[in-house]
Structures are given as C-alpha cells and as structure tokens.
C-alpha cells in the first residue's frame, strides 16, 4: 500500500571499534598459547574438522597464524579419507592418500584467513 514512500537506502558498514581492548588481546594470546602447546594441538585429533578450522580461523585473523598452522597439524594427525585435512580419492585402490604435510597446512591456513 505505501509502497511508493520506500527508498532504497545504502548504508556504509559500520566500525564497531578501532582498537581491540585489552582483556580481548589478553584472551587471544591465550587461546595462541593453549592451542598451539603440542598437547593441546595433539588432542585436536578429536575435534572434528570445521571444529579445528574455526579455531584456526580465530587464531590466524587474531595475528596467530603460526599457532593456527601447530593446531591444525595436530588436528591433521587424525584425519583420515574424506575429511577436510586428507589428500586422496577414496574410489581409487592404488590411491592410499595422504595427511596434510606442514607446507599443505600452511597454504591452508593463508586461505582461511584470507
């Protein structure tokens, strides 16, 4: 009925806050600090991919990349046929597959990031 009174409007997106505060940069460093100790990253074994992708993804936009690169090579310990961190084709019996290897991992990370 009012349709005519609709204007589209374009909205610039807005900045919710120039500078990280403090207690924020403080937790960060920590999640690093946990998730990247090699038995945190080991237990990440048992986290399902998009599980350690998302702590990936925190951790590498946070300034954490290397520690986001140690977790998921823990994580890629695990990962078998069909999950996200494997190489392979599953159909194809000369084809055994393989884990994702650190330079796999780290090229993974930048586009995660990205």
Not at 24 to 37: I, K, M, P, R, Y
Request: charged fraction near 30%; proline fraction near 3%; charge should be negative.
């Amino acid at each position: 009925m009012f349709s005519i009174f609709k204007r589209k409007t374009v909205v610039a997106p807005a900045v919710i806050a120039e500078v990280v505060p403090e207690n924020v940069t403080f937790a960060l460093q920590n999640l690093a600090d946990t998730f990247s100790f090699y038995v945190t990253a080991e237990a990440g074994e048992h986290f399902t991919c998009d599980e350690a992708d998302a702590i990936a993804l925190v951790l590498a936009v946070a300034g954490h990349r290397e520690e986001a690169i140690a977790w998921l090579a823990g994580h890629a310990e695990g990962d078998k046929f069909g999950d996200l961190h494997f190489e392979g084709d599953e159909d194809d019996p000369d084809d055994e597959g393989r884990k994702f290897e650190d330079q796999d991992i780290e090229r993974y990370v930048a586009e995660l990031a990205a």
